[in-house]
């Protein structure tokens, strides 16, 4: 039966007639059958959030109800598309409508018509269970696209065909006649199942060194990087996306700028895949709703992202998702929560903001899939925009409570220019305790005591620098100053990497301990050599600031005979001048 | 489409800039509105709310001596839109996009709704080329970009308008194709817009400029509409007669306040300062139609102006703003006490599409070192000044005064340029000018091959120390 418009109020309508319709059903709406989602109910009214711009639309337009919830099409074809934030395949829209976005197209997710090569994995008689794999095939020279039973489905197997299919067509056919096709839809509301969660132990790399070394998340984690504008959120979501260690990234646009995602697209395809070598675009899923774009699509973005990263957790791989920026997502749900006259909470925020954030990262984690082989992992990491750069807002601090990592975006780093502008004193890791036996096992036994003795150091220069604000450089102690070149040192030469130069760009963790190895094996020498009697000038004239602030630069294969060499020359350079 | 023109007598309710009206069933959301009163001019509105009881409907004019009794509403079934031609070239029209120069309305080639429609991003272009402004605080740290959108952060009696004007004069696209200005006056007093008038007129950009002039006298709420007309001639301009656009909007402080206006009389839920949840979506439709389109000719690149209440870089609109913008242009009222001009603070300025549209090829192979190390030994100088604020000069060890001079002259030599445009090389040498002050070695953010190559003239080793701080990388 359908439904009719009784009011309109931005992007949320009120339709009459709809009460065979369940909550968060989609609907169309009006003529031009604009794409929305039942909201709330009350009574003989049903409000709409309407993913489409509403101006034109009149009172006594028809409402339909689809009858399914908001879902998503996952299945080959994934990799490389740029969806809209309901899954949209924009070039397909182009190719529809022209430069412009049109109200009121629909296209499907997945293409209809590509052929993929289906390679099964089973056999007639086989007896399959939910989340078993029955197929591959091969999306990119980098990923194998395993075919799943779909959840909440098992039988016996009567036909396989393998060969050219379209992901609409049957590749497995069970004894009850149900055909099963590459393509799945899930609602996206609705995390999808596993079997069991796993302990976070295995890190999340992201080849930046004040990340991985200082404030590293587990592999299933969870982590959010607030910071005022300009102090490089999106840069740094773009170079995990570029280099972290995962095998499929999922990059959420949301509520963004469109000339930086106009970047994303003309570069990934040109960048590679640090792990394979295939075009960074291969294994990168991007869905993006730029701020112009219609707000209720924007709320549902962060969801139909999540939605595609847990598809391909459950294949058994580790994926990466980025969300930039779970502010706007807040601000659409506000938005939204005000046309509907709900009580407003904390700054206009919805009551349920913190429910809906905590159940959002909650579908991170590292887990057995449903079918049981292997192991895959979504690690979540949301950008936060805070008003004014203050922390103290509610998205910050209600996303703080429910994430494993806080890694703070400094504006005054910005302003000088020191990039990443992680704040080491406010940021921090839940996850440090639990990778250590990693970092100690894989990159070296003594990397949790060079960590500490780093940001000792680092927390000792801070209090430092207080006085010499006050008092001034000169008057302060020799071993002081030693103190504060040596953290200028660490600051400069590893804390900053940048995200532009080739090999500084990302760094392994083998790497990152080389370099702090000799790092804190200068302050050492230094300081001893000074307590020594070597005067301060004389360890500040023998240069060897310059070779330490370009370790950076060099590529993680020379490391070790680098690094040795230095460490040796660090050593022989100090001892003549304690001998002299 | 109803094209039926429908007539309302049933006003219900005046409050401040909105009328309610009932029994206008078959209204369009986003529909204009004529609003007629016996022995009054008509006024316009817009269908901003619709429900069975009533339409809310915001009017674009003075809501003064309306009476609801004698008031009837038509709808005439349209949206917002702007006729538009290549002729609104050397023309200047009112906030809706009436002509107020006395001549006859413009023959349109087509009539486009003026919300316009975003562009898909996968058919924008990636900005890449430079736009040299000849201002050395622009183009040599915060280099803009064709298709950016870059604010300037001014605040009250600082002096956005000349640095405007300045741009608008001396703005160069290299190649010499069509170029346009686009100008949007929202709310400010006529002196500021007679002020830039007259700079068009001085510099010949007359014949390549479309004026919206919305006055401070002007209705406030015609405000919401005038930057939509102002981009949507913009759109038309650059991408079906494909000329390059340069839009400015000035002051986007009272577009926000004329939106905080009608959501307060609609008695939404205000957010921060009163200001709409949803101002940043709002702000985004405008700020979001710049950019370049894959195979189309033109561009459109913004230069909103904003005043920052109080100076306040966190206040609500400076802050939306800047997490939209591609960077920001921040006056500093120190500098402009100092008589700087252009007073540009360059540390919490920048320019985040500078990288697109610098280096070998389109500016100079040493452009991002260099600036990263004058960013740098900037932002040193700016430390030591604040320490010297409070020991004193003689509680400072000779590397600080080394900063401190070099502060000085940054200001002096780099970023007060008067009225004059320099070339971007002038502005390069410059800044190698001013790092003469500094050894060789200090220059640890620019590479040894460069340094030899552009460190040249003059030679001469400074006295300044070695060691360096807060030397920075590429901006966000």
């Known amino acids: 039966m359908d439904g009719r418009i009784v009011k309109i109020s931005g992007p949320a309508v009120v339709a ?42 009149a009172l006594g337009e028809p409402v339909v109800s689809t009858g399914e919830p908001l879902t998503v099409e996952l299945g080959p074809g994934l990799l490389g598309q740029i969806f809209d934030g309901i899954q949209r395949p924009l070039p397909a829209l182009a190719a529809l409508a022209g430069d412009f976005l049109r109200r009121g197209i629909a296209h499907p997710a997945l293409d209809r018509q590509k052929r993929w090569r289906f390679e099964p994995k089973v056999a007639t008689g086989d007896r399959l269970t939910e989340g078993q794999i029955i197929g591959v095939v091969r999306e990119t020279a980098g990923l194998a696209h395993r075919i799943l039973v779909p959840p909440g489905v098992s039988g016996t197997i009567r036909e396989v065909k393998p060969g050219e299919a379209a992901v609409t067509d049957p590749v497995v056919v069970l004894e009850d006649g149900r055909q099963l096709s590459m393509l799945q839809r899930w609602p996206v509301r609705r995390r999808r199942p596993f079997r069991r969660r796993l302990t976070p132990e295995l890190p999340f790399l992201t080849g930046q060194r004040v990340l991985d070394c200082f404030f590293p998340i587990a592999a299933g984690g969870t982590a959010i990087i607030p910071g005022g504008f300009g102090t490089g959120k999106t840069v740094l979501e773009q170079t995990l996306a570029k280099f972290a260690a995962a095998d499929v990234i999922v990059f959420v646009g949301c509520g963004e700028r469109g000339n930086e995602m106009s970047e994303v697209l003309s570069d990934f ?78 700054e206009g925020y919805p009551t349920y903001l913190a429910t809906r ?44 409570r429910v994430t494993g990592a806080l890694w703070a ?21 839940l996850y440090a305790e639990r990778l250590q036996e990693w970092f100690a096992r894989e990159a070296g036994a003594e990397w949790v005591a060079l960590r500490e003795e780093a940001m000792r150091l680092l927390q000792r220069e801070r209090e430092l620098q207080e006085i010499v604000q006050l008092v001034g450089l000169e008057a302060i102690q020799d071993q002081e100053r030693i103190v504060i070149e040596s953290a200028r040192l660490l600051r400069e030469g590893f804390l900053r990497q940048s995200a532009f130069h080739e090999v500084d760009a990302s760094c392994p963790p083998g790497k990152a301990l080389w370099m702090l190895r000799l790092l804190l094996h200068f302050s050492w020498s230094a300081a001893r050599s000074l307590s020594e009697g070597v005067s301060l000038a004389a360890i500040l004239e023998t240069r060897l600031d310059e070779r330490l602030l370009r370790l950076g630069e060099v590529p993680p294969g020379e490391m070790e005979t680098i690094g040795s060499a230095l460490m040796t020359e660090i050593d022989e350079t100090l001892k003549r001048l304690r001998g002299s | 489409m109803d094209l039926v023109t429908r007539i309302s007598r049933s006003t219900t309710a005046i409050a401040g800039p909105l009328l309610f009206v009932e029994g206008a069933r078959r209204a369009r959301l986003g529909e204009i509105v004529r609003i007629r009163l016996e022995g009054e001019q008509e006024r316009r509105g817009q269908v901003i709310e619709l429900s069975e009881t009533h339409a809310v409907i915001q009017v674009l004019e003075e809501t003064q001596g309306i009476c609801p009794a004698r008031t009837e509403v038509i709808f005439a079934g349209e949206v917002a839109t702007l006729p538009v031609s290549r002729q609104m070239l050397g023309r200047t029209f009112n906030g809706i996009g009436q002509p107020l120069d006395g001549l006859p309305p413009v023959i349109p080639e087509t009539t486009l709704p003026i919300t316009g429609s975003a562009i898909n991003i996968v058919r924008r272009e990636k900005p890449s080329e430079f736009i040299q402004t000849g201002v050395s605080a622009i183009d040599g ?43 949007a006056a929202i709310g400010i007093p006529f002196r500021e817009a007679d002020y830039y008038l007259k700079v068009f007129e001085g510099s010949g950009t007359q014949d390549r400029t479309v004026v919206f002039l919305n006055l401070a006298d002007d209705p406030t709420i015609e405000r919401l509409m005038t930057p939509r007309c102002a981009l949507t001639a913009a759109e038309f301009l650059a991408f079906t007669h494909g000329m390059h656009v340069l839009v400015i909007l000035t002051d986007m402080t009272h577009y926000c306040e004329a939106l905080r206006e009608v959501a307060l009389a609609r008695e939404e839920i205000p957010g921060r300062r009163g200001y709409p949840g949803y101002m940043y979506t709002d702000l985004a439709s405008l700020y979001e139609r710049a950019g370049k389109i894959h195979g189309r000719q033109g561009s459109i690149t913004q230069l909103p102006i904003l005043t920052m209440p109080d100076d306040d870089i966190t206040h609500p609109i400076p802050d939306l703003t800047g997490y939209i913008t591609e960077g920001q242009v921040v006056l ?79 200001e002096a030599e780099f970023l007060r340029q008067g009225s004059g445009g320099r070339p971007i090389e002038e502005t390069l040498a410059i800044g190698w000018r001013l790092l003469r002050a500094f050894p060789v070695e200090a220059l640890t953010r620019i590479k040894r091959s460069l340094i030899e190559r552009y460190r040249t003239e003059g030679g001469g080793d400074g006295a300044g120390p070695r060691h360096t701080d807060g030397a920075p990388e590429h901006p966000g």
Request: with cysteine; proline share 5%; net charge negative.
């Open chain 2, 332 to 410: 500093s009222r120190e500098l402009d006490r100092k008589g700087i001009f252009p007073p540009v603070d360059v540390l919490p300025s920048l320019s985040r599409l500078m990288n697109l549209g610098i280096g070998e090829g389109r500016t100079r192979e040493d452009h991002r070192a260099l600036a990263d190390q004058l960013y740098a030994f900037y932002a040193r100088g700016r430390d030591v000044r604040r320490m010297e604020a409070i020991v004193g000069e003689g509680g400072l060890g000779a590397e600080e005064r080394v900063f401190l001079t070099f502060a000085d002259r940054f």
């Open chain 1, 269 to 346: 395809p040109h960048l590679e895949d640090p792990r394979t070598g295939a075009p960074l675009m291969d294994r990168t899923v991007l869905v993006v709703n730029t701020s112009n774009m219609p707000v209720a699509a924007r709320e549902a973005s962060i969801y139909t992202g999540i939605t595609i990263a847990e598809y391909f957790r459950d294949m058994g791989y580790h994926v990466a998702l980025t969300v930039d920026s779970t502010s706007r997502w807040a601000e659409a749900l506000r938005e939204v929560s005000s046309r509907l006259e709900e009580m407003p909470g904390e």
């Open chain 1, 16 to 57: 009459n007639g709809l009460e065979e319709a369940g909550l968060n059903e989609v609907v169309r709406v009006g003529h031009e059958r604009l794409m929305g989602e039942i909201i709330r109910i009350r009574g003989a009214l049903a409000t709409l959030q309407v993913y489409e711009e509403t101006t034109g639309l």
């Open chain 1, 409 to 429: 975006l400094s504006t005054d780093l910005a302003y000088r220019r020191h990039f990443p502008a992680i704040d080491w004193a406010q940021s921090f890791t």
């Open chain 2, 141 to 183: 740290l915060n280099t803009l970009v064709r298709g950016q959108k870059l604010p300037i952060f001014s605040g009250a009696g600082l002096p956005a308008h000349s640095l405007a004007a300045q741009i608008v004069r001396q703005a160069q696209v290299r190649g010499g194709e069509p170029f346009c200005v686009v100008f």
């Open chain 1, 357 to 400: 954030l905590g159940q959002f990262y909650e579908r991170a984690g590292r887990v057995v899939p449903l079918g049981g082989d292997g192991e895959g992992a979504v690690t979540v990491v949301g950008a936060v925009s805070p008003p004014g750069g203050d922390f103290s807002e509610p998205v910050t601090q209600a996303s703080l």
